[in-house]
């Protein structure tokens, strides 16, 4: 009880406190930042299906939404004007409505049809972003203040921290985080995972390792790639198990097959016939990303259109660093490679990675990695490899805010800043404390640099903007 009362009369604690109230706001405003209309409504119809999956069950008692995929017998095609897609477009396509739908487990699509629900929708046609995107604006609350946490357990709060603004900023992310797709759902549910089985490793208490496949259970019916959490968690108990490593296994894989058999069982009361049809076509199904399936999720992100964000790279490649750096050396590197790792192995055997939802399971790993990177070059300063990682995503926003002949006024100042930076690094070459301070000083102004101008893309992406975005 003392520590505790000794913490809270800590000034740093109520500064900590202060810039993590501040984190959580900005993210949630540059979240709800034109929310309902970029990405355009209809951009990604699959929105639409969630939430009238769960409507229908909710009303009815029975799976009905849309779906573009073959073996569904019977294809009932109605201009359902939702977001009045059928006033400003007429000619487009009809969505072809199936009876039952089961394209995906159906526990998020509850999740959002219950709070359509709850705000007075009845009709597949009154499910507008503005409403069914609202509930994505908390869960991206949550899922910012689990990585604090994640990254707070495994390194340190001002890791954490950073994680946390990185998670709030990145274009790619606040703008993805809107979208009602199952990914978006089942990651905090991931990250929730990842954090009870680290309390697990940490204190050998058998009800985190029971929560945590608790989660990764819950995940999976959610969709089906979450099947990764609970690979994650059987590779983390076969490293870190020691005397309990078959007991976590067996417990890992339970949090898979339990919460298949149910969506199985569930087909199985509705239509089993169409429920077998629909899950071979989905093992069937044209493999969209190619044999560049990497280097495309690597090279380019994609939202609803191709979008691109240096800090993609910048994050894919401080994630190598930290795990090639801390492979079987530290528990914190081990955790994430795994984690990251057995999310791509999913990644790699649905292989639509044409579809943004794919790629959000990964953005909480790349936070944390960055902010990892960050940390220890500003601790350590490295100026080539910070400069050139930082000028990817500083780039790719300058671009989108000014364009080619708009940076033409600031091409005085990126040549000064060039030779600035020559000199503070021939000056580096000499181990000498007070240049350590000015290299640190320039690693937090470039940095801070870099989250106002991403702060500013965010911004910048309002609906006629987004027409527009590469």
């Known amino acids: 009880m003392q520590k505790i009362i000794k913490k809270i009369a800590n000034k740093k604690f109520w500064l900590f406190l202060v810039l993590v109230l501040a984190t959580l706001i900005l993210g949630s405003n540059l979240r709800g930042f034109s929310y309902a209309t970029v990405p355009n409504p209809g951009e990604n119809r699959d929105e639409y299906s969630f939430a009238w999956v769960g409507l229908s069950l909710i009303q009815e008692g029975y799976p009905i939404a849309w779906s573009g995929i073959p073996g569904y017998e019977k294809y009932d095609y109605q201009e359902i004007n939702v977001d009045h897609l059928f006033e400003e477009g007429p000619d487009r396509e009809?969505?072809?409505?199936?009876?039952?739908?089961?394209?995906?487990?159906?526990?998020?699509?509850?999740?959002?049809?219950?709070?359509?629900?709850?705000?007075?929708?009845?009709?597949?046609?009154e499910t507008a972003t503005f409403i069914i995107r609202r509930p994505m604006l908390w869960i991206g609350a949550l899922t910012s203040i689990l990585i604090l946490v994640l990254g707070s357990l495994l390194y340190d709060k001002w890791v954490g921290l950073l994680a946390m603004l990185v998670y709030s900023v990145v274009p790619t992310i606040a703008i993805s985080s809107r979208?009602?797709?199952?990914?978006?759902?089942?990651?905090?549910?991931?990250?929730?995972?990842?954090?009870?089985?680290?309390?697990?490793?940490?204190n050998k208490k058998i009800g985190y390792w029971y929560s945590a496949c608790f989660l990764a259970a819950i995940a999976v019916l959610f969709k089906l790639s979450a099947v990764g959490i609970g690979l994650s968690l059987a590779l983390l108990g076969f490293y870190f198990g020691k005397k309990q490593r078959i007991k976590l296994i067996k417990l890992s894989v339970l949090a898979i097959l339990v919460p298949i058999g149910l969506f199985m069982l569930y087909g199985a009361y509705y239509d089993w016939g169409t429920f077998l049809n629909i899950f071979l076509a989905n093992s069937s199904r044209f493999y969209g990303a190619g044999a560049e399936v990497f280097f495309s999720a690597f090279n380019q992100t994609v939202i609803t259109k191709t979008f691109n964000d240096g800090w993609m790279q910048f994050g894919w490649?401080?994630?190598?660093?930290?795990?090639?750096?801390?492979?079987?050396?530290?528990r914190p590197g081990i955790i994430i490679t795994i984690a990251v790792f057995s999310y791509f192995l999913i990644f790699l055997l649905f292989g639509s990675?044409?579809?943004?939802?794919?790629?959000?399971?990964?953005?909480?790993?790349?936070?944390?990695?960055?902010?990892?990177?960050?940390?220890?070059?500003?601790?350590?300063?490295?100026?080539?490899?910070?400069?050139?990682?930082?000028?990817?995503?500083?780039?790719?926003?300058?671009?989108?805010?000014?364009?080619i002949v708009g940076f033409q006024r600031f091409v005085p100042f990126l040549r000064v800043s060039t030779l600035a930076l020559a000199g503070l690094f021939l000056l580096s070459l000499n181990n000498n404390k007070k240049v350590l301070y000015l290299q640190r000083i320039f690693v937090f102004v470039l940095f801070a640099v870099l989250v106002w101008v991403s702060i500013l893309t965010v911004l910048y992406y309002n609906i006629d903007a987004w027409y527009f975005a590469s």
């Open 94 to 125: 009809p969505f072809p409505i199936n009876k039952p739908w089961f394209d995906h487990p159906p526990l998020f699509g509850l999740v959002i049809g219950s709070y359509s629900y709850w705000k007075g929708v009845r009709d597949f046609s």
């Open 179 to 202: 979208m009602v797709l199952a990914e978006n759902g089942y990651v905090p549910l991931f990250l929730g995972s990842i954090i009870l089985a680290t309390y697990y490793f940490k």
């Open 353 to 403: 990675e044409r579809y943004a939802g794919y790629r959000f399971p990964f953005y909480p790993f790349i936070a944390i990695s960055i902010a990892w990177l960050v940390k220890k070059l500003f601790t350590k300063p490295n100026l080539f490899l910070y400069t050139m990682l930082l000028l990817l995503p500083l780039g790719t926003s300058v671009h989108k805010l000014v364009g």
């Open 317 to 330: 490649i401080a994630l190598f660093v930290l795990s090639f750096t801390e492979w079987k050396r530290k």
